[in-house]
C-alpha cells in the first residue's frame, strides 16, 4: 500500500462528503476549493469513488455529489483497500505468494505479515462517522501560539 496524492485526496474527498451528509449535493468546485484539490484531479478521483460505489452524482441546477451510503457504513479499510491496492508493503505477505525460494526461511516475511495484519487492523476499526466526529471535534479546539 502506498498513499499516493490520489489516494490522500480520495479520503478527502470523501470525509468532505460525509462531513456534509444529509445536506444539499456539493459540487465539484466546492469539494476543489475546500479540499484544496485541482478541479481535473478531483473528476478523475470523483468518477473512481463513483465506479467504486462511494459516491453517487446528480445532475441539474441543485446537482453535485453525495456519499452513496452513510458515513457508518464506509470504512477507511474498504476505501484505502480500493484507491490504493492491496495493504501488504510486498508481495510476499501473500501466504500463497510462492516466487521467493527463500521463503520459508526468510527472517523478514513475518515481520511484514505483523505489520499488514497491525495496518489492517487500525484501518478496519475506523470508519467515516469517526473521521467525521475527530473533525469536528479538533474544530472545536483552540490553538494558541505565541
Known amino acids: 500500500m502506498k498513499i499516493t496524492y ?15 451528509f444529509g445536506e444539499e449535493p ?6 476543489a476549493k475546500r479540499s484544496d484539490i485541482p478541479i481535473k484531479f478531483l ?3 470523483l468518477l473512481d469513488l463513483k465506479r467504486g460505489g462511494f459516491v453517487e452524482s446528480r ?9 452513496a451510503k452513510h458515513p457508518s457504513k464506509i470504512g477507511l479499510s474498504e476505501v484505502v483497500s480500493f484507491v490504493a491496492g492491496p495493504i501488504e508493503p510486498i508481495a510476499c505477505v501473500d501466504k ?14 513475518d515481520i511484514w505479515q505483523r ?4 495496518t489492517e487492523k487500525i484501518l478496519e ?9 475527530k473533525s469536528r471535534k479538533s474544530q472545536g479546539n483552540f490553538v494558541y501560539q505565541i
Do not use: M, N, P, W
Not at 490520489?6 to 456534509?20: C, E, G
Not at 500463497?96 to 523478514?108: G, L, N, S, T
Not at 476499526?125 to 466526529?133: M, Q
Open 6 to 20: 490520489k489516494s490522500d485526496y480520495s479520503l478527502k474527498t470523501i470525509l468532505d462528503l460525509a462531513i456534509h
Open 26 to 31: 456539493v459540487t465539484i468546485h466546492e469539494l
Open 43 to 45: 473528476e478523475q478521483i
Open 59 to 67: 445532475r441539474g441546477k441543485i446537482g453535485g455529489y453525495l456519499l
Open 96 to 109: 500463497k505468494y510462492r516466487r521467493c525460494r527463500d521463503i520459508d526461511k526468510c527472517v523478514f516475511r
Open 115 to 118: 505489520i499488514t495484519s497491525a
Open 125 to 133: 476499526e475506523v470508519t467515516f462517522e469517526d473521521l467525521v466526529k
